[in-house]
């Protein structure tokens, strides 16, 4: 199709991508379009997605050509097919619009205008309802478009500054879906649990392929990352050896490229990196405790020995107890972080905290349900600052507004929004 409009037309090309769907590797797909672009569906009859997850979703999107792109599609009032999602809450269409722009969005077509009286999607309401009459929900956009009129220089063209990257592999999606390892193991939530717990610190991870990994990043998290080439081996290899730091987890370099196991102790190609060995494993459906208050452990345990690398944490319970649960491996410049157990959400944060701090990674504490990002453009930076809950936040940050041109005092609105020079 793109060869044929390329025939006839110069004009830029894209595609309606989803998100975190995976069926299809948006990599591989996005290199023949000039644009990304999404639909972006927050509350509907199917989902009701954490602001994570939407932060997430966008920047999966940003990374599959790593570049900013567009919201082809973008949620204006409540929708589904036989069922209505919930109802947008006042703030939350224009805070929906400047969550995308802080995560990389450049341009967004709000779905639809106008409700439709018939068909499948006469529930998937527009921005005027089916009697045609603006309302809150225009009048909230009307406002959104006026700011971004005076606003669009500072955000086309921006790039968001963080140390993190987080890597999603669609391959490794979908080994993983064919073989699960235990019940209750899915790889997709593991990347997200490592992206909201980065995204919750304030490191503002970005996310994309292995192509993009790079010293430009001070860590790369990469979550059960089960194939592995010669290839990517040596890629791994050059990042750590000029200073970055790799996280592995468990169930990470048991595989070639061809989905099959690999004949050599695991994690295979990554052993030397890592510098452990795993010589068992335990996927028994019990509660295992772990040392230095990093609580237990209840889907999957690997059993180390260590050849390089430095204990962190061991293992209090069963026949491995004190055998190694965490390592730390030093190679050339850069250290491999090894995490050969599931972690509860509290002890994860803990982990990355550390990992984060020991990396020399920059982050802005920021309250719970709320984020703060920081972009630049022609070497100027500014802070993005959104509030998600339902009650006003103090952000513990001042400075004049961008929006308003007046002093900010720190207390952010409900579902509000400001934009902060540094």
Same mark, same amino acid.
Request: hydrophobic content about 35%.
């Given at each position: 199709?793109?060869?044929?409009?390329?025939?006839?037309?110069?004009?830029?090309?894209?595609?309606?991508?989803?998100?975190?769907?995976?069926?299809?590797?948006?990599?591989?797909?996005?290199?023949?379009?000039?644009?990304?672009?999404?639909?972006?569906?927050?509350?509907?009859?199917?989902?009701?997605?954490?602001?994570?997850?939407?932060?997430?979703?966008?920047?999966?999107?940003?990374?599959?050509?790593?570049?900013?792109?567009?919201?082809?599609?973008?949620?204006?009032?409540?929708?589904?097919?036989?069922?209505?999602?919930?109802?947008?809450?006042?703030?939350?269409?224009?805070?929906?619009?400047?969550?995308?722009?802080?995560?990389?969005? @450049?341009?967004?077509?709000?779905? #639809?205008?106008?409700?439709?009286?018939?068909?499948?999607?006469?529930?998937?309401?527009?921005?005027?309802?089916?009697?045609?009459?603006?309302?809150? #929900?225009?009048?909230?956009?009307?406002?959104?478009?006026?700011?971004?009129? #005076?606003?669009?220089?500072?955000?086309?063209?921006?790039?968001?500054?963080?140390?993190?990257?987080?890597?999603?592999?669609?391959?490794?999606?979908?080994?993983?879906?064919?073989?699960?390892?235990?019940?209750?193991?899915? /790889?997709?939530?593991?990347?997200?649990?490592? /992206?909201?717990?980065?995204?919750?610190?304030?490191?503002?991870?970005?996310?994309?392929?292995?192509?993009?990994?790079?010293?430009?990043?001070?860590?790369?998290?990469?979550?059960?990352?089960?194939?592995?080439?010669?290839?990517?081996?040596?890629?791994?290899?050059?990042?750590?050896?000029?200073?970055?730091?790799?996280?592995?987890?468990? #169930?990470?370099?048991?595989?070639?490229?061809?989905?099959?196991?690999?004949?050599?102790?695991?994690?295979?190609?990554?052993?030397?990196?890592?510098?452990?060995?795993?010589?068992?494993?335990?996927?028994?459906?019990? @509660?295992?405790?772990?040392?230095?208050?990093?609580?237990?452990?209840?889907?999957?345990?690997?059993?180390?020995?260590?050849?390089?690398?430095?204990?962190?944490?061991?293992?209090?319970?069963?026949?491995?107890?004190?055998?190694?649960?965490?390592?730390?491996?030093? /190679?050339?410049?850069?250290?491999?972080?090894?995490?050969?157990?599931?972690?509860?959400?509290?002890?994860?944060?803990?982990?990355?905290?550390?990992?984060?701090?020991?990396?020399?990674?920059?982050?802005?504490?920021?309250?719970?349900?709320?984020?703060?990002?920081?972009?630049?453009?022609?070497?100027?930076?500014?802070?993005?600052?959104?509030?998600?809950?339902?009650?006003?936040?103090?952000?513990?940050?001042?400075?004049?507004?961008?929006?308003?041109?007046?002093?900010?005092?720190?207390?952010?609105?409900? /579902?509000?929004?400001?934009?902060?020079?540094?």
């Amino acid at each position: 199709q793109i060869d044929i409009i390329r025939k006839y037309s110069n004009r830029p090309i894209t595609h309606n991508m989803m998100g975190h769907f995976s069926d299809i590797d948006y990599y591989k797909l996005g290199e023949a379009l000039d644009i990304v672009a999404w639909d972006n569906y927050i509350d509907n009859q199917w989902n009701h997605c954490t602001y994570e997850n939407t932060s997430m979703a966008h920047e999966l999107m940003r990374g599959v050509k790593n570049k900013n792109f567009w919201v082809m599609e973008q949620q204006v009032g409540p929708c589904g097919w036989d069922k209505f999602g919930g109802t947008p809450r006042p703030g939350q269409l224009r805070l929906w619009t400047y969550q995308a722009i802080a995560h990389g969005c @450049e341009g967004m077509v709000y779905f #639809r205008f106008k409700s439709v009286p018939f068909g499948i999607e006469q529930y998937w309401l527009g921005l005027v309802d089916h009697d045609g009459i603006p309302r809150r #929900r225009f009048y909230e956009i009307k406002q959104t478009g006026e700011e971004l009129k #005076r606003l669009a220089d500072i955000f086309v063209g921006a790039e968001n500054k963080t140390d993190v990257l987080i890597v999603k592999s669609y391959k490794n999606v979908w080994s993983h879906k064919i073989k699960s390892h235990v019940k209750g193991f899915d /790889y997709r939530n593991l990347l997200y649990s490592y /992206y909201k717990v980065n995204n919750n610190l304030g490191t503002n991870p970005v996310c994309g392929s292995e192509d993009m990994i790079s010293n430009k990043y001070k860590v790369v998290y990469m979550p059960a990352y089960a194939m592995v080439s010669d290839t990517i081996k040596l890629k791994l290899e050059n990042y750590v050896q000029n200073g970055g730091t790799l996280v592995f987890t468990y #169930r990470s370099g048991i595989k070639d490229l061809n989905n099959n196991m690999v004949t050599m102790a695991i994690p295979g190609y990554l052993r030397k990196l890592c510098g452990i060995s795993v010589q068992e494993f335990d996927s028994s459906p019990i @509660e295992v405790g772990l040392t230095k208050e990093f609580g237990i452990s209840k889907l999957w345990r690997d059993i180390l020995e260590v050849d390089t690398a430095e204990v962190v944490v061991e293992y209090k319970d069963e026949y491995y107890a004190g055998t190694p649960a965490i390592t730390v491996n030093n /190679y050339g410049k850069g250290q491999v972080w090894y995490i050969g157990c599931d972690l509860e959400e509290s002890v994860l944060e803990k982990l990355i905290k550390i990992i984060s701090d020991r990396a020399g990674v920059e982050y802005i504490k920021h309250p719970d349900g709320t984020e703060i990002v920081k972009r630049s453009i022609n070497n100027k930076e500014y802070l993005m600052l959104l509030n998600y809950t339902n009650k006003k936040m103090d952000m513990g940050i001042k400075g004049q507004s961008l929006l308003s041109g007046k002093e900010f005092n720190g207390i952010l609105d409900i /579902y509000g929004i400001e934009i902060l020079y540094l």
